[in-house]
Nanobody, 114 residues
Framework: QVQLVESGGGLVQAGGSLRLSCAAS????????MGWYRQAPGKQREIVAT??????NYADSVKGRFTISRDNAKNTVYLQMNSLKPEDTAVYYC?????????WGQGTQVTVSS
């Protein structure tokens, strides 16, 4: 069973940037669609971005600011986040789409100060 470990979160001022990484313990080549999700305090988990081969999709709230990418050779999925806003504050997770319930990691906290 592949395990996913997220990293790269932190505290950043509004307008700043962060790059999140999702490292898999095994090959992600068979995981066709990978995604980044986030959960803000008191809110439901929501999908942020997905990548399927060369195709990417983004939530409207992050379009033009976030970029998802993957490196199958490194078994890693990335999320480049630019022009961060306070409303981007959340715990960020990676997973497949559809979600694999056993794949949830501990997430990485992103806090954007105004």
């Amino acid at each position: 069973q592949v395990q996913l470990v997220e990293s790269g979160g932190g505290l950043v001022q509004a307008g700043g940037s962060l790059r999140l990484s999702c490292a898999a313990s095994g090959s992600i080549r068979s995981l066709n669609v990978m995604g980044w999700y986030r959960q803000a305090p008191g809110k439901q988990r929501e999908i942020v971005a997905t990548i399927n081969g060369g195709r990417t999709n983004y939530a409207d709230s992050v379009k033009g600011r976030f970029t998802i990418s993957r490196d199958n050779a490194k078994n890693t999925v990335y999320l480049q986040m630019n022009s961060l806003k306070p409303e981007d504050t959340a715990v960020y997770y990676c997973n497949t789409q559809p979600i694999g319930p056993m794949l949830w990691g501990q997430g990485t906290q992103v806090t954007v100060s105004s």
